[in-house]
C-alpha cells in the first residue's frame, strides 16, 4: 500500500466499501451518496436493506476472505457496520485497502469479554461480572456476584443471546441454552442509561455529540431523547471517558460508549460500538451534522462536521409486529408537527427494527411530548411517559434545561 496516497483524504468520486448491509449501512449510503461518494456494501443477503441505495451488493457471508477482497480491491476505503465480522476477513481487506476503524479496533470490542478486559487494563469503569465458560462457573458467578444477565460473549444484540438469572438452580439449563463462552454481570439497579458519540479522523481531530440518555425495553432500545437532561458536570465526565476511549483505540471513524448511571452514582462502562448507532438517529434532526455524514467524514479523513445542537430531539424505534402495515401506521405521526420517519425497507418480525421517528422540539420538553403524541398515535407500547425514568413525568420539566438527574 502507498503510504503517502493514504494520508491523503479520500474525495467524493471514490468508493467506500461497507461490510454489513443493514440500516446502518443503508442510511450510511445515503449520506455518502449526497456527498458524492460511490458505495459497495458485502452482506449475506443480495436484498438487505442497503441494497437500494448500493451501487452494488457482494452477497457472501462475514466469513469469507475472497469475497470480501473482491469487494475492498474496488474501494478507497473499507469500513463496518456490524461487529460480526470474521477477523480473516478484517486482515485481507487491511492488505488491499485502507480499513476503517481498523482490525484491531474491532478485534477488542467484537467479543464482550475481551472487551471487558481490554476497559479493565485500560481502567475504565465497568460493572461486576466474571468469565463463564461451563455451568459451574456461572454457578460460582451467581453465588459470588447474586442477580445476573448472562451474555454470550459474540454475536448478541437488541438484547438477544441473554438472560436474566436470580439463583444458582437456574444455571445448567441457562449455560444449555445460550451455549459457548458467556459473561456474567451483576444485575445492576440503573438510575439511567447514557450514550456518547465520538468521531475521531486520522489526525486526531474528534467532535463528540452530546450525551443521549436511552429507554430499553426488554433489551431493545425504545426511546432516546438527544440531549440528556442531566447534570453538565455528569455530562463532561461521559464525554470524557468516550474521548479518552477513542483516543486509546486510535480510532479513526465513530464510536458509541453505552454507559450505565446506577442508582449509587457510579457512571460504568456498559458496552463500545466503533460504528454508527442507534442512539444517535437524532443527531440528524437536531444536531448540525448527522452521525452517517461524521462517519463518511472520519474514514475519508474529511474535516469533522460541526455537532452544535438545535433544540432537541427524540428517537422512537419501530418494531416488526404480528400483523399489518407497519409504514402506512407509522406514516401517520407525520401529521404532528417535528416529526420525521425513516424506513429501513426491512420485512416486518416480531420485535425486528424496521424504522424510526424522530420527533424534534425547541427543548427537550416538546420533544418529548410531540414524541408522546406519536407513540400514542401508533400505540406503541411502552409509551413514552411509561418507561421508568422519563423526564416527561418530572414536575421541573416545564424548566426545560432541568437537569432530572446529577
Ligand atoms: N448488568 C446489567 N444490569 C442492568 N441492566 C442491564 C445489564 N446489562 C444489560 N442491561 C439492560 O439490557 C440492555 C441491553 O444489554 P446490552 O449489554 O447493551 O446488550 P445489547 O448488545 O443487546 O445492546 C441494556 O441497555 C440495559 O437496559
Ligand atoms: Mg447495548
Known amino acids: 500500500m502507498n503510504l503517502g496516497a493514504v494520508q491523503q483524504p479520500i474525495l467524493p468520486g471514490s468508493v467506500i466499501g461497507i461490510l ?17 461518494y460511490r458505495i459497495l456494501v458485502l452482506d449475506p443477503d443480495p436484498h438487505c436493506a442497503a441494497a437500494p441505495v448500493a451501487d452494488a451488493v457482494v452477497a457472501a457471508p462475514f466469513d469469507d476472505p475472497h469475497a470480501a477482497l473482491q469487494l475492498a480491491r474496488q474501494c478507497s476505503v473499507v469500513t463496518y457496520e456490524i461487529e460480526r465480522i470474521a477477523p480473516a476477513v478484517l486482515h485481507a481487506v487491511a492488505a488491499v485497502a485502507p480499513l476503517r476503524p481498523s482490525a484491531s479496533v474491532l478485534e477488542r470490542v467484537q467479543d464482550r469479554m475481551r472487551q471487558k478486559r481490554f476497559l479493565e487494563r485500560h481502567e475504565f469503569p465497568v460493572g461486576p461480572w466474571r468469565p ?66 465520538v468521531a475521531r479522523s486520522r489526525q486526531g481531530e474528534t467532535a463528540v455529540y452530546p450525551v443521549a440518555a436511552n429507554w430499553h425495553d426488554d433489551g431493545v ?28 483505540l486510535d480510532l479513526e471513524g465513530l464510536l458509541v460508549v453505552e454507559m450505565f448511571v446506577t442508582q449509587s ?94 420527533a424534534r422540539g425547541g427543548d427537550a420538553s416538546q420533544a418529548l411530548h410531540r414524541a408522546d403524541r406519536a407513540a400514542q398515535l401508533l400505540g406503541l407500547s411502552p409509551g413514552v411517559s411509561d418507561v421508568k425514568g422519563c423526564p416527561i413525568a418530572c414536575p421541573g420539566l416545564e424548566e426545560p434545561s432541568a437537569p432530572f438527574l446529577r
Open 20 to 36: 454489513g448491509g443493514g440500516q446502518l449501512a443503508r442510511m450510511t449510503a445515503l449520506a455518502a451518496r449526497a456527498m458524492g
Open 132 to 197: 463463564v465458560n461451563s455451568a459451574p462457573e456461572l454457578q460460582s458467578a451467581l453465588a459470588e456476584l447474586g442477580a445476573c444477565r448472562v451474555k454470550r460473549s459474540q454475536g448478541g444484540y437488541d438484547g438477544r443471546s441473554q438472560m436474566r438469572l436470580k439463583s444458582c438452580a437456574d444455571a445448567h439449563a441457562a449455560f444449555a441454552q445460550l451455549g459457548g463462552t458467556c459473561v456474567a454481570e451483576a444485575e445492576l439497579a440503573l438510575a439511567a442509561e447514557l450514550s456518547v458519540l
Open 221 to 248: 432500545l425504545a426511546y432516546t431523547l438527544l440531549p440528556a437532561l442531566i447534570d453538565p458536570a455528569l455530562a463532561r465526565r461521559a464525554s470524557a471517558l468516550a474521548v479518552s476511549l477513542a483516543e486509546v
Open 265 to 358: 452514582g457510579e457512571l460504568l462502562v456498559n458496552e463500545l460500538a466503533p460504528r454508527p448507532h442507534n442512539t444517535f438517529h437524532a443527531a440528524g434532526e437536531c444536531c448540525a451534522t448527522s452521525q452517517f455524514e461524521q462517519f463518511v467524514r472520519a474514514i475519508c479523513g474529511l474535516p469533522l462536521g460541526s455537532v452544535e445542537l438545535h433544540g432537541a430531539a427524540v428517537l422512537l424505534n419501530l418494531l416488526g409486529r404480528e400483523a399489518g402495515d407497519a409504514a402506512a401506521d407509522a406514516a401517520a405521526a407525520l401529521q404532528i408537527p417535528g416529526v420525521s420517519l425513516h424506513l429501513y425497507g426491512k420485512q416486518p418480525r416480531p420485535r425486528r427494527k424496521i424504522g424510526h421517528l424522530v
